[in-house]
């Protein structure tokens, strides 16, 4: 039977805080990136059927199963349970991690994907296939099958090492192993792939060992899951998401990646396949809030120091996105000979993006770090002078043309949404300084508070069409456009202002897309963008935040929440026709969306209760 | 003997070693990585494990180049060459014999004939170190060379 690639909802996250993996409702591994999130694929599949790695374990026939999935309650730790009439598999799989206790006192592999395959019910064939791709087959897999110490993979960037109850045959084609075994009611069986890059590997002995490594896994995520603060009717949906955004933050330096993939298209069997596997400083405000608002003070304090850190090396301009140690992303470049998923060709690693002007990115910034501090959080005296500098460099620089939110690759323009940023980074700083977090530096205040009121007026005279009662795309424009239902967010506006309630009533009704979501402006939808997840959960948070009645701010959200997959995972876009996931899977900023909109209803039903939202008891304590 | 010399050069001979050899790694050239080979006799956990391992990888070194230094006063002359050679005989021990019986000595180390168990767990190197890289023995060897250089080429044998 002909291979085909799983539906982009069929896929499930899992991965070590590091690195990621992606499994479909077959049990099949289609992406893995080692050691990096935006490390050269292992198993790549999912961009290219025809000569890239997967890792299937499955009951055999593939058909006639009814598949149910779900993570391991507060874990990253996923099971795939195949039912039948008579017979019933769980396939648990997991990317192992450890507290710094076990750390210590284990030596442990520097990444190791486990499987576990379990017969439930009746007796069930299992079909196993193994193909090892490495650097997404650009490199000739060189395996060595040794009987006692499993298959290992060299590959230029380190060893792959496979280890398995049960031995794998090799194939006729390079790198591709197979086995088919049986197994009977009761008996499991355990198969693990390491990496190492730098070191001599560490071997799983399987067996009970490999049994501790998940429990220790699940104790690991459940521990961190316990953190959140948030006690809501929607817990389910918001530690799912948390925990989505947890594995997409990678641990050594802080830094949160877009998505775990590359190149899962916008439009299937199109070009508008782009990497997201890098970190971009737009999503920095809205994540930084969300982190300390679920309790997560200490990855909220690093992503903003990792946030301060990439922004020393360009400022006062401000790069889009960098890699996970903060380095500019990689040249965009298209891989060679890979089909792309379903036919959506190029594949494309690395980012053009990354050399675009984006003006937003400063109020992001600032913001972030306003969010920081109001939480107790401090600047040291080049922090104050490097944001003095962001500042001044805002007040000049303004009305600059740029890409705008959207990235848009034709001619640069004066987006509105980015002269409110422009605005909110003065604002914040301005703020920061009144407030004394900034008070080591001389502002030019009078400058920043003309600069400020300037841009203001500038939005609210040439960002609003008085015939459509909207704020527009661009400055002068006409079109509307979805992320201005931000402006409220940044507190340029009040959410129930007219002014607000216009933009909302027409971005409603000209750029709708099914479930509650919204296509980002005129020109994406004529070019067949899909529904965009981010910009349905700002609909609902204006709801939330006081631009529409609190049961109808549940509602979209509770529409919104049928986003999600099976395990509760979001893309970055739906097919507007056929309601799939498209775009790059999961998206990191879909998730923070779910994550706002839910503190944002619990924040109105507490004000309208009369009592004090957990963030405000929170930022009340602070220091 | 000169003792001056022998800890001054022993001692840059060793530094240079170690460096030869993480570099190597950083290249991807091998994964063989003395410290944490050293250092996991002792602990598991990797960071402490390479950290004391480093240590001790700097006494081994020094203590080894007791032998050059015997051998330089043998010969009553040292030397660049003289160095190299013995570097060489060095690293065709380490590669022929010393790596291999590893897992014998090693509390840690799986071993080639009946795989990891609980407490052992760590790669074994193979033979020539192999199972670490194709490009292991060279790396070794390379670093041995230069250790014996080193140390022939400053050490002075009066």
């Known amino acids: 039977m002909t291979w085909t690639q799983p539906p982009i909802q069929d896929l499930a996250l899992i991965g070590d805080c590091r690195s990621a993996a992606l499994v479909d409702r077959r049990g099949d591994v289609v992406w893995l990136c080692w050691p990096r999130f935006d490390s050269d694929a292992l198993f790549a599949a999912l961009v290219d059927a025809d000569r ?33 009439e008579d017979a019933e598999v769980v396939l648990t799989d997991c990317m192992t991690v450890a507290g710094e206790d076990d750390q210590r006192r284990l030596l442990l592999p520097e990444h190791e994907l486990l499987r576990h395959v379990e017969c439930v019910r009746g007796e069930v064939p299992i079909e196993h296939a193994l193909v090892l791709a490495p650097a997404f087959g650009r490199k000739k897999a060189r395996v060595h099958a040794h009987p006692t110490l499993g298959l290992r993979c060299e590959a230029p960037a380190g060893a792959f ?28 069986r355990r198969f693990s792939l390491t990496y190492s890059a730098q070191a001599p590997s560490v071997l799983t002995p399987l067996g009970a060992t490999s049994d501790d490594a998940i429990r220790r896994t699940v104790r690991w995520w459940r521990t961190w899951a316990a953190v959140c603060i948030y006690r809501g009717p929607y817990r389910d949906a918001v530690i799912r998401s948390a925990l989505a955004l947890k594995l997409l933050c990678y641990a050594p330096s802080g830094a949160i990646v877009a998505a775990a993939t590359s190149s899962l298209p916008e439009r299937v069997g199109g070009s508008l396949n782009w990497d997201y596997r890098y970190c971009w400083i737009r999503d920095a405000a809205f994540t930084c809030r969300v982190l300390y608002d679920l309790g997560y003070a200490d990855e909220a304090e690093a992503f903003i120091e990792w946030l ?32 792309g998923y379903r036919d959506s060709r190029p594949v494309r690693l690395g980012n053009g993006a990354v050399r675009q002007r984006q ?7 600032l913001d972030a770090v306003y969010a920081h501090c109001r939480r107790g959080g401090e600047l040291d005296r080049d922090t104050e002078q490097l944001l003095a500098d962001l500042g001044n460099y805002v007040a000049r620089s303004w009305r600059l043309p740029d890409r705008g939110i959207w990235e848009l690759r034709g001619p640069p323009r004066p987006y509105t949404h980015s002269r409110v940023l422009c605005w909110t980074a003065l604002d914040r700083l301005i703020e920061l300084h009144q407030e004394r977090h900034i008070r080591r530096v001389k502002l030019d205040l009078p400058a920043l508070f003309r600069a400020r009121d300037e841009i203001r007026r500038t939005v609210l005279e040439e960002g609003y069409d008085q015939r459509t009662d909207s704020y527009v795309e661009y400055l002068g424009g006409r079109d509307p456009d979805a992320a201005l239902l931000l402006l409220p967010w940044y507190a340029f506006e009040p959410a129930d202002s007219p002014r607000i309630r216009g933009t909302f009533r027409r971005v409603v009704a000209e750029l709708s897309a099914p479930h509650g979501l919204f296509f980002r402006n005129p020109t994406l939808r004529r070019m067949g963008d899909g529904g965009f997840v981010a910009c349905g959960f700002w609909a609902a948070e204006l ?26 995972l979001m893309s970055e876009e739906l097919d507007p026709a056929t309601g799939d996931a498209i775009g790059n899977f999961p998206q990191a ?21 009369g009592r004090p939202t957990p963030a405000a008891v929170a930022e009340e304590a602070a220091p | 003997m000169n003792v001056g010399s022998w800890m001054l050069w022993g001692f840059v001979a060793t530094v240079v070693l170690t460096t030869a050899l993480v570099a190597t790694q950083e290249l991807r050239l091998t994964r063989v990585n003395i410290p944490l080979l050293l250092g996991s006799v002792f602990t598991p956990e990797r960071s402490r494990a390479k950290a004391l391992g480093t240590l001790l ?45 590893l897992p014998g000595i090693h509390p840690r180390m799986a071993h080639d004939s009946w795989g990891p168990t609980a407490r052992r767990q760590l790669e074994p190197p193979g033979w020539l170190g192999l199972h670490y890289g194709p490009f292991t023995p060279v790396t070794i060897l390379l670093a041995h060379l230069l250790f014996g250089a080193v140390l022939g080429a400053f050490y002075k044998v009066h």
């Not at chain 1, 998730?591 to 109105?604: D, K």
């Open chain 1, 543 to 568: 709801l939330a935040d006081g631009g529409g009645p609190l049961p109808l701010a549940h509602a979209w959200f509770e529409q919104l929440l049928h986003c999600r997959n099976d395990v509760g």
């Open chain 1, 589 to 609: 900023y879909s998730h923070v969306g779910l994550i706002s909109v839910a503190l944002a209803l619990e924040a109105r039903a507490r004000l309208e209760r």
């Open chain 2, 57 to 101: 990888h700097l006494v081994n070194g020094w203590i080894f180049s007791l032998l050059y230094v015997a051998a330089f006063q043998a010969w009553g002359k040292a030397g660049l060459w003289r160095g190299m050679a013995i570097g060489l005989v060095h690293a065709s021990f380490v590669l022929v014999a010393g790596l291999p019986a």
């Open chain 1, 308 to 339: 301060l850190h990439i922004t020393r090396l360009s400022q006062p301009r401000l790069q889009v996105m960098f890699d996970v140690f903060g380095n500019p992303s990689p040249r965009e470049r298209e891989l060679e000979g890979a089909c």
């Open chain 1, 359 to 365: 003006m937003d990115l400063h109020g992001e910034l």
């Open chain 1, 52 to 84: 890239r790695g997967h890792w299937c374990l499955r009951p055999a026939p593939e058909d006639g199963w009814r598949v149910e999935r779900r993570y391991l309650p507060d874990t990253n730790v996923l099971q795939t349970r195949f039912i039948r």
């Open chain 1, 161 to 188: 090492l496979f280890r398995g109850e049960v031995p794998l045959s090799q194939t006729a084609t390079p790198g591709a192993f197979a086995a088919r075994f049986t197994l009977r009611a009761g008996e499991s």
